[in-house]
């Protein structure tokens, strides 16, 4: 036996040799300790599901039957089995009947309609429209008669409802050309 090896513990013994039998030469010392704790808490939880199981079936002690009924609810539970081998065929089936789209002969990728992509316009801007002297004076003499004084977004806000700009959607970070 190899040094400190004769210093560890029987299960830890059982573990390195597993390793061993499945050609894992180079771990570190804590893989070890790492298995051990995963397969102790296995063990505890096997052995109080198989408690509980021997309870209620009213026995005073635990069984192999019990222990059988706790490791296969484990297994039931942890683990998920494949869907049967027809049912994959019946979905690939009804997949397949969906004709794949035309493909583009353009250069490049071929990309999603914009309407389905992230980077479609999600921004839009007023241009307003630019008003006429004739009309500055109206809002300034409407302004002086009034005695409730607005703030300034009241104000950009009647104009737009007096005049309605032009909107302009774009994407947020596109690219600008120089």
């Given at each position: 036996?190899?040094?400190?090896e004769e210093?560890l513990?029987?299960d830890?013994?059982i573990?390195?040799?597993?390793?061993?039998?499945?050609?894992?030469?180079?771990?570190e010392p804590?893989?070890?300790?790492?298995?051990l704790?995963?397969?102790?808490?296995?063990?505890?939880?096997?052995?109080?599901?198989?408690?509980?199981?021997?309870?209620?079936?009213?026995?005073?002690?635990?069984?192999?039957?019990?222990?059988?009924?706790?490791?296969?609810?484990?297994?039931?539970?942890?683990?998920?089995?494949?869907?049967?081998?027809?049912?994959?065929?019946?979905?690939?089936?009804?997949?397949?009947?969906?004709?794949?789209?035309?493909?583009?002969?353009?250069?490049?990728?071929?990309?999603?309609?914009?309407?389905?992509?992230?980077?479609?316009?999600?921004?839009?801007?007023?241009?307003?429209?630019?008003?006429?002297?004739?009309?500055?004076e109206?809002t300034?003499?409407?302004e002086?008669g009034?005695?409730?004084?607005m703030?300034?977004?009241?104000?950009q806000?009647?104009?737009?409802t007096?005049?309605?700009g032009?909107?302009?959607?774009?994407p947020?970070?596109?690219?600008?050309?120089?």
């Open positions: 036996m190899a040094d400190g210093d513990p029987r830890a013994k573990v390195k040799t597993l390793l061993k039998s499945m050609g894992v030469e180079n771990y804590r893989v070890i300790h790492q298995f704790e995963l397969w102790y808490r296995y063990v505890v939880d096997v052995l109080t599901d198989a408690q509980v199981y021997s309870e209620h079936a009213g026995k005073s002690t635990i069984d192999s039957d019990d222990v059988k009924l706790a490791i296969q609810s484990k297994v039931n539970f942890s683990f998920s089995q494949p869907p049967p081998r027809e049912v994959l065929l019946e979905l690939a089936r009804n997949r397949n009947k969906i004709p794949l789209p035309k493909s583009i002969n353009t250069p490049g990728m071929a990309l999603p309609p914009e309407s389905d992509t992230l980077i479609s316009p999600n921004y839009q801007l007023v241009i307003s429209k630019k008003r006429t002297s004739e009309a500055v109206e300034e003499e409407d002086e009034s005695d409730s004084k703030n300034p977004s009241q104000e806000r009647n104009d737009l007096q005049n309605p032009q909107r302009v959607s774009f947020l970070g596109s690219k600008r050309s120089r």
